[in-house]
């Protein structure tokens, strides 16, 4: 074996700052639209300016943050049709892994995705509303790992980011806990029970219906070829047909 085998690699300062600054802006540390001083951010991470802005970089290569001309870095403020397109890309992806879990069936992989569930009962129970969003984002991101495939983890990483920086900014009814657990569950059983077909098809079904729902916007029409299956408020999969997925989408343009 090579003496540089074993070596781990060490993340670099700049590194370690850009894990630490998007932590801090999914968190809702920094609000969108928020300017980031860099010299108290250079003395908080206890890094140079030139490291902090090569950290800052990275961040608006994932589009988290965004330079203004003569007027320094601010969090970016995410527009509903900036999370039309990212819904859009997280419900392929996601859709695609539950599919590839889902025909794998690795006990490893579904004992950890049931096992964070379980900590997002307990934190419901106990009102820990930080700890069930970390569970939540834990589960998706366990989903995404569970496949191997790591330039798919990596998009999801990059767009999922800038959807929790939405949902801090705009709360909605879908960021019920009761809410996503009815629907965690059946993501569970489906992939334990269902066919990959089926798996990937709630998954990406289910993701557009809830994103919409939180967006306050109507649905597309080149996407609702997609809503063929969801989970119900009774927590059960059910496959949708052509009539109700128009009345469906009736009663969400309705409320608008």
């Known amino acids: 074996m090579s003496e540089f085998a074993a070596l781990t690699r060490v993340p670099s300062l ?30 908080t991470l206890g890094i140079s300016r ?70 997002m009962q307990l934190a419901t129970v106990s009102s820990d509303t930080f700890r069930f969003r970390n569970e939540l984002w834990n589960f998706h991101r366990s989903l995404m790992a569970a496949t191997g495939n790591r330039f798919m983890q990596q998009s999801w990483s990059n767009i999922s980011n800038m959807l929790q920086l939405y949902i801090v900014q705009a709360p909605s009814e879908t960021s019920d806990p009761n809410f996503i657990l009815k629907h965690m569950q059946c993501f569970l059983q489906c992939l334990h029970e269902g066919s990959p077909e089926e798996a990937e098809q709630l998954f990406r079904s289910q993701i557009i219906w809830i994103a919409y729902e939180m967006l306050g916007a109507p649905i597309e029409d080149e996407l609702q070829g997609y809503l063929t299956i969801v989970a119900d408020d009774r927590g059960r999969i059910r496959r949708l047909g052509e009539a109700e997925v128009k009345a469906r989408l009736r009663s969400t343009v309705e409320r608008k």
């Open 50 to 119: 030139a490291m902090l802005r090569e950290a800052l970089r990275t961040l608006a290569s994932e589009g988290l943050v965004e330079t203004r001309n003569n007027r320094g870095c601010y969090v970016i403020e995410p527009s509903r049709e900036d999370m039309a397109q990212v819904v859009m890309q997280r419900a392929i992806l996601e859709g695609a892994a539950a599919r590839i879990v889902a025909f794998r069936r690795d006990p490893d992989a579904l004992a950890k995705l049931s096992r964070i569930y379980q900590g």
């Open 14 to 43: 700049a590194e370690q700052a850009v894990e630490k600054l998007t932590k801090a802006i999914v968190a809702g540390h920094f609000q969108p639209g928020q300017r980031l001083i860099e010299t108290e951010l250079s003395l």
